[in-house]
Structure formats: C-alpha cells, structure tokens
C-alpha cells in the first residue's frame, strides 16, 4: 500500500541505459512518468531481472518502482 493507503498493483520500470521510463506494452521509452507503461509486479521484475542478466556486480540497466502516481 501506498501512503493514501491504496493498494498498489501498477509497477514501473525505468531505463538507465536509455534515461527514460519504459512505454506502455513494452514498446519505446518515454520521459514522461505519466505516459510511462504500467506493469503488474511480477512481470516488472521479470523485465527487469532479463534485461540486467549481463549486468556486472553492483550495476543495472533497468529498474522497476511500484507506481508513484495516484
């Protein structure tokens, strides 16, 4: 749950790599949080654990945040 107490299911996923957020359906990147694609948890972090698979120790190219907007 977030703060408001709402329960969170909507995840996003950040790019280092391309300095963006990951578009809806996952196509393109976006610097707009707002017109960023959701994601359910689980898929999110399945993104994310593929695409930093190669990643040396202690780096990433991709991250996921449960939603901060309301």
Request: hydrophobic share 35%.
């Amino acid at each position: 749950m977030n703060n408001s107490g709402k329960q969170i299911t909507d995840w996003v996923i950040w790019s280092e790599e391309h300095a963006a957020w990951w578009g809806p359906e996952r196509r393109g990147y976006t610097d707009s949080l707002a017109q960023a694609g959701r994601y359910p948890q689980e898929e999110a972090l399945t993104i994310v654990a593929v695409a930093n698979f190669y990643c040396q120790t202690g780096t990433w190219k991709e991250c996921a945040f449960p939603d901060p907007l309301p």
